[in-house]
């Protein structure tokens, strides 16, 4: 809605953004519910990582970053998720 109201490129830009970070989201949420069900250690690992590389996705865009350090925590019920972004302007 954002792109039809404002009929810029940067809004289109910023509106498929969102939508692409709604998708990853729901990605993740598949993840997380594969995990709580699987017993398999092996399998668990594998989408331990999966969901570590979709959050990387989501968080490291291209983003303006100072000299500082920012740590996302999320913790799920079988899943807990500790992301630090490190930058440099």
Known sequence: MLATILKSSR???????IIE?????RELQ???QT??????EQT???????AGTIINQI????MNYNES???IE??????KLKHTIKGKK
């Open 59 to 62: 968080f490291d865009t291209d």
């Open 21 to 25: 970070t709604f998708t990853k989201i």
């Open 11 to 17: 809004a289109t830009e910023t509106t498929l953004a």
């Open 44 to 50: 668990k690992k594998d989408v331990m990582q999966k």
């Open 35 to 40: 995990l709580s069900q699987t017993h398999d």
């Open 74 to 79: 999320i913790n799920f019920a079988v899943l």
């Open 69 to 71: 350090e920012t740590t």
């Open 30 to 32: 598949r993840n997380v």
